[in-house]
């Protein structure tokens, strides 16, 4: 892959990217290829398309300033590895370099390790340099918009105050993989100097070379994994011009390199690496006698400052990823204790909500030649489920195809079974009713309904899952029972169906003078789920039109008839009922019971439990 590099006055002025296949703009104020420092680089400059051997550059025709290349003003022209083109005060570079590992580095002429207590006696050289470099570190951070960005300014960085670097880069070691941990692979590489592959344990995450320079980038795999174990910076120089040097891979432009290992959980195996060359800045011998003790030092302070940073970003991450699954209320809560004693699993009370999208598959066939637009509306309409349950406290268990799973109750420990069922049946009763404005709104979303199955009771809830694949959930009786009941909203036509443990909870409401929360809820008797052993009592939360519910009394005798197994009595009520002056019958569940109930003898019920025979 070809890379470009950027150089501007200064060495503070400069970058090193890749160039992907795709065509990208190069300019002042573009994305990725941004040249803030030349006034002279248009907005938009240049367009940019690399093919394996070769960079297509083309002016904008909007661009200020011409471009030059070979000394001639040109428009539109190839540029090969090694080659370069300047716009203004900036030179750019187009490089094939490679950067891997090498295990074949020559044993050195002399090793040294440099401990915090050592480095702290250490006396900056050229310390008022160094300061206008660090000073400099603010604005690099601030105009850092991703990672990527961040590892360029730091080794530029690294580059303006470490001035006998002649290569810096940022590397990260497979641990589990490194060449002292028994590797067979590297353990010969070890043996016999051969040539190592580039998908060697050592990875190089940035690099950069001072000046336009080309060839590539080898660090000593063996002196970055000696420098990650000892978590400390260890120095090592070489014969310079080895006469043996045809028998090794190793970069011989550099004759010294350290390693400062900078590993965090957000940078595991991560070290700067650090190489120059005695032949272009001072002889062995002031090496070893102490002369970059300050740059290891000041290399320290930038390489902490990155990887504190970069753990910075991961926890900005991680917290942004807490707010997929918590509200803020419960984030608030959790601030400042340890996620691992935070999300274990434990055992408590909840009340879970399985709430499903019906009536994709069906629009999903009518709306063939705009699917965008179906994902767009589909999207929305499943954002007002999530959206609500973590308003109103919950936690964002799972996703099954079109259903989404929320809980109350865990983490937090401050409310009671009662709060956390109020809390779950209010989040269904708004989401029914922000999902009715939708479909008021949107005549696709007219074509989806939604339904909602609600059940309280004891769980496992916490950080579950295998070796491969972990999620905050809930685990138990009564998440299989809250998905059941969600599935039969659709064959009784109800909207919010509640089990018998939601009841007594929400009637405690009641008995505390909770009038603001004063559920309108019917019984509708004792039914036995698909799956299930035990019938549960079921219940229904009506919203909007449903609280009106014409028939519900004469439903309830019915009801009572059937439980105490009398079974014509029921039929014939029901049956009274449908042929009222109505012509219809104003509740669905009442057609259902009178379904259930004119089913043959043999196979009918006589014990008051409706046993469902579809999920």
């Known amino acids: 892959m070809l890379e470009l590099i950027a150089q501007g006055p200064t060495l503070d002025f400069r970058w090193r990217r890749k160039l992907p296949g795709a065509t990208v703009e190069l300019g002042r104020s573009t994305q990725t290829y941004r040249v803030p420092w030349d006034n002279q680089v248009s907005r938009r400059h240049a367009t940019l398309t690399a093919t394996e051997h070769r960079l297509h550059v083309k002016s904008i025709a909007d661009a200020a300033n011409p471009i030059f290349f070979n000394g001639r003003e040109v428009e539109d022209f190839f540029v090969r590895p090694g080659e370069h083109f300047v716009i203004g005060?900036?030179?750019?570079?187009?490089?094939?370099?490679?950067?891997?590992?090498?295990?074949?580095?020559?044993?050195?002429?002399?090793?040294?390790?440099?401990?915090?207590?050592?480095?702290?006696?250490?006396?900056?050289?050229?310390?008022?340099?160094?300061?206008?470099?660090?000073?400099?570190?603010?604005?690099?951070?601030?105009?850092?918009?991703?990672?990527?960005?961040?590892?360029?300014?730091?080794?530029?960085?690294?580059?303006?105050?470490?001035?006998?670097?002649?290569?810096?880069?940022?590397?990260?070691?497979?641990?589990?993989?490194?060449?002292?941990?028994?590797?067979?692979?590297?353990?010969?590489?070890?043996?016999?100097?051969?040539?190592?592959?580039?998908?060697?344990?050592?990875?190089?995450?940035?690099?950069?070379?001072?000046?336009?320079?080309?060839?590539?980038?080898?660090?000593?795999?063996?002196?970055?994994?000696?420098?990650?174990?000892?978590?400390?910076?260890?120095?090592?120089?070489?014969?310079?011009?080895?006469?043996?040097?045809?028998?090794?891979?190793?970069?011989?432009?550099?004759?010294?390199?350290?390693?400062?290992?900078?590993?965090?959980?957000?940078?595991?195996?991560?070290?700067?690496?650090?190489?120059?060359?005695?032949?272009?800045?001072?002889?062995?011998?002031?090496?070893?006698?102490?002369?970059?003790?300050?740059?290891?030092?000041?290399?320290?302070?930038?390489?902490?400052?990155?990887?504190?940073?970069?753990?910075?970003?991961?926890?900005?991450?991680?917290?942004?990823?807490?707010?997929?699954?918590?509200?803020?209320?419960?984030?608030?809560?959790?601030?400042?204790?340890?996620?691992?004693?935070?999300?274990?699993?434990?055992?408590?009370?909840?009340?879970?909500?399985?709430?499903?999208?019906?009536?994709?598959?069906?629009?999903?066939?009518?709306?063939?030649?705009?699917?965008?637009?179906?994902?767009?509306?589909?999207?929305?309409?499943?954002?007002?489920?999530?959206?609500?349950?973590?308003?109103?406290?919950?936690?964002?268990?799972?996703?099954?195809?079109?259903?989404?799973?929320?809980?109350?109750?865990?983490?937090l420990e401050d409310k009671s079974p009662v709060q956390t069922a109020r809390s779950a049946v209010l989040a269904a009763i708004q989401i029914q009713s922000e999902f009715s404005q939708l479909a008021s709104q949107q005549p696709v979303a007219n074509e989806f309904t939604m339904g909602i199955g609600i059940a309280s009771g004891n769980a496992v809830a916490g950080k579950i899952g295998t070796l491969d694949q972990v999620k905050v959930t809930a685990f138990g009786p009564v998440v299989n029972l809250a998905a059941r009941l969600e599935g039969m909203t659709k064959q009784l036509k109800a909207s919010i169906l509640i089990d018998e443990n939601t009841k007594t909870l929400l009637d405690q409401l009641k008995e505390q003078g909770d009038s603001q929360t004063n559920f309108a809820h019917r019984r509708m008797g004792n039914f036995q789920p698909v799956g299930m052993a035990n019938p549960v009592q079921l219940h229904r939360i009506l919203t909007g039109g449903e609280q009106d519910v014409k028939y519900q009394a004469a439903y309830e005798a019915a009801l009572a008839l059937f439980e105490n197994g009398k079974i014509e009595p029921a039929i014939a009520k029901l049956t009274a009922i449908a042929k009222s002056p109505d012509g219809n019958v104003a509740d669905s569940v009442i057609q259902f019971l009178l379904e259930f109930l004119q089913q043959p003898r043999t196979t009918r019920t006589t014990d008051g439990i409706i046993r469902m025979r579809a999920k």
């Open 89 to 411: 005060n900036t030179s750019f570079m187009v490089a094939s370099d490679q950067a891997f590992g090498s295990l074949s580095a020559p044993d050195p002429i002399r090793q040294q390790t440099f401990s915090a207590d050592f480095l702290e006696q250490v006396q900056y050289r050229d310390a008022d340099r160094r300061i206008d470099v660090l000073n400099r570190l603010p604005e690099v951070i601030a105009e850092a918009n991703n990672s990527d960005e961040l590892l360029i300014g730091m080794v530029n960085t690294l580059m303006a105050g470490i001035s006998a670097a002649t290569t810096i880069g940022v590397v990260q070691l497979n641990q589990d993989l490194s060449p002292l941990a028994g590797n067979p692979r590297t353990e010969n590489a070890l043996q016999t100097n051969a040539q190592p592959n580039n998908a060697g344990q050592l990875k190089v995450i940035h690099w950069d070379r001072r000046g336009l320079t080309r060839g590539d980038f080898q660090p000593s795999e063996k002196l970055v994994t000696q420098a990650i174990e000892v978590t400390q910076t260890i120095l090592n120089v070489w014969q310079n011009g080895a006469s043996n040097a045809a028998n090794y891979t190793f970069d011989y432009e550099n004759d010294w390199a350290f390693a400062c290992p900078i590993q965090t959980e957000a940078t595991p195996g991560w070290a700067v690496y650090v190489a120059g060359s005695s032949r272009l800045n001072q002889t062995p011998e002031a090496i070893q006698e102490g002369e970059l003790e300050s740059d290891i030092k000041f290399c320290e302070l930038v390489g902490s400052t990155l990887k504190n940073l970069l753990r910075v970003q991961q926890l900005e991450r991680q917290q942004a990823s807490l707010r997929t699954f918590f509200s803020p209320v419960v984030i608030d809560a959790l601030r400042g204790r340890a996620p691992e004693t935070v999300l274990q699993p434990r055992q408590c009370e909840v009340s879970v909500l399985f709430c499903d999208l019906r009536g994709f598959s069906r629009t999903s066939e009518q709306m063939a030649d705009d699917l965008f637009g179906l994902l767009s509306r589909v999207s929305e309409s499943l954002g007002v489920t999530t959206r609500v349950i973590l308003d109103t406290g919950g936690v964002i268990g799972d996703f099954h195809g079109d259903a989404v799973m929320g809980f109350w109750g865990w983490p």
